[in-house]
């Protein structure tokens, strides 16, 4: 066992901590909560907001407000496990200044009431009938109760879906099926909840025709922790080891921090096949076993340290210990109490809609489902607490072995998470506002762009700390036309990047291509992710949204290089409470003027790899390098076509076609992209 303790930050982000985003206004709401309100109006409303930032607060302003001046007759509140159903309990929401408080009566929380889903359909057909105001029941019991009684059965009602990423526009998902039907029958209000809008099998969670009719309330993490009194530094990493991993667990669990350890599936192949032994295992890591808390059901453990650990288990499956444990857990009494548990140990549980505000360290062992998955057990860690003022995610992953026979696997759950990792750093950085650079150009109200501030002849990068986005000039770059074009580039460029970094031709050819010319992924690549995702824009506004993600993505992958300094792995220390934002401003003066050429011939997944390679063992690597390499193709039909598109608008631009002897590597591949699309034609490869 090694007592090293080590874990490698792919970014390290530190907040300003000004207290905005927990302070109340005279309604008793929060920033994000009177953002939301202000909008209370709109029948179909979707929040995109971090945990922790108050959405199921937010619902009840709304939902109070739809009732009492919208004319609505009931609000149907709807939760993906009955867990969470405990967030929408009674409120006095009057004591703070609403006009109301916001109650929910026993029989009408269909999370806390005996019996299955199907069963409990009889009961939202009472309620429907009935004068109450407000029911709480899971995603499986209003699928049911829609399947049986039909869409009109809920019209003038309000419909609150809670971590709405659940749903997707895939015709096999019965909850988007429904809320289509819904739409379209247009008699409901639809309030929208979430803290990751997009999935993690990169399928649309709307159509977009339901999507557009939708006002999107965002409010991001970078708002929600720079406004917190207490946390002001997160990191985000993983750590690859080798052998079992209860044996190398202790190298990044620190017994001193409050920690939510989710040990693999039993069908990973990071699992010993034997839960139970494992949890014993990572136990006796910890130290001494002292006996079981009869009150609570923890495991006492004597560390070396001599401080006696509270071991939260809810891995076991006794359903005895696990209740007890669980009731334990949930007690509101203790909910302010910090040492009431020091370490909760789960498989399944204590991930969406877990509220343990003391959490520091989110350690994961092995690549979860999907990346949704991921961002919502980081936001276990992230909820602010006095003398909390770092948190922390660690992802622990089996190195790829050349002995074993699913290496290809392996390689798989590698990539797959330093896609969570890209994904997280971009939800985490500020927001970006990114305007073309013409002799119109002038600066925004509110940003502040620096020493000798905007300078008319160069392209310039503001930041206003207020509302935490920045306004970065480009030159060159394409403005969206339509709205849905200019609403995915002002909402929804991370759930573009989400289905970039998620996928494997791109992230395999960015990581491990020596050959690579970045404008293959860039353009190429990114373009037909677009073309699919959004086939309803025409190509300019798909060229429109292609570069402002890439923008997106590539100036947080050059800030996080900056902010970690030269020792990609973390060592450095960013500065003060700006880490990103000055790495921004850094690469911005050090190219000295933006433009789309340049941003499109960076690689944006050459940062991961410096990280990867400072964390993986040199072998290993290589092994992950020759699976990849062994299923690189030549140039397919589609990939010729989209590079032949990109010839003729080189000749546009330049008044020529690409030369086949270019120095230029991009522009040699469009020549040779062109020259195969017409041998493809004549050989009749084309429709």
Partial sequence: MTDEKKVVPSVSVSYARNGASTKANSLGMRPMQERAYERRGEPYLLIKSPPASGKSRALMFIALDKLAHQGLKQAIIVVPEKSIGASFNDEPLSQYGFEADWTVAPKWNLCNAPGEDGGKVNSVGAFLDSSDRVLVCTHATFRFAVDRFGVEAFDDRLIAIDEFHHVSANPDNKLGAHLGQFIARDRVHVVAMTGSYFRGDAEAVLAPQDEAKFEPVTYTYYEQLNGYEHLKKLDIG???????????????????????????????????????????????????????????????????????????????????????????????????????????????????GFDWIWCEHALTVGYRSSLTEIVQIIGRATRDAPGKERARFTNLIAEPDAAESVVSEAVNDTLKAIAASLLMEQVLAPRFNFTPKN??????????????????????????????????????????????????????????????????TAIERGLFDEELVPEELTQLRLGKIIKDKYPELDEEDQEAVRQHAIAALNLTQQAKQIALGDDSGGASEPSANTALIDGVRKFAMDVRELDIDLIDRINPFGEAYAILAKTMSEESLKQVAAAISAKRTTLTPEEAKSLAVRAVRFKKERGRLPSISATDAWEKKMAEGAAAFVRFKDEGRYD
Avoid at 304 to 323: E, F, H, Q, T, Y
Avoid at 442 to 449: A, I, K, L, N, S
Avoid at 456 to 466: A, H, K, L
Wanted: with cysteine; charged share 30%.
């Fill in 238 to 352: 993983y750590y690859f080891y080798s052998g079992s991993y209860a044996d190398d667990i202790l190298a990044v669990l620190d017994p001193n921090e409050k920690t939510i350890v989710h040990i693999p599936n039993v069908n990973s192949r990071e699992s010993t096949k034997d839960k139970i032994k494992e949890v014993e295992h990572i136990i006796g890591a910890l130290g001494e076993w002292q006996g079981i808390d009869p009150a609570t059901g923890f495991q006492l453990v004597k560390a070396a340290s001599g401080k006696v650990l509270r071991i939260a288990d809810l891995v076991d499956d006794d359903p005895n210990k696990r209740d007890r444990v669980s009731q334990a857990l949930k007690d509101p009494t203790q909910k302010n109490n910090r040492d009431h548990v020091d370490i909760i140990i789960a498989l399944g549980m204590a991930k969406e």
């Fill in 439 to 504: 002799p119109q150009s002038g600066p925004m109200e509110g940003f502040d762009y620096g020493q000798g501030n905007y300078d008319p002849n160069r392209t310039n990068i503001g930041f206003n700390e207020e509302t935490g986005q920045f306004h970065i000039e480009i030159k060159g770059l394409a403005e969206p036309k339509s709205k849905e074009a200019a609403r995915i580039c002002s909402e929804d460029l991370n759930e573009v990047i989400a289905s970039f970094v998620q996928d494997k």
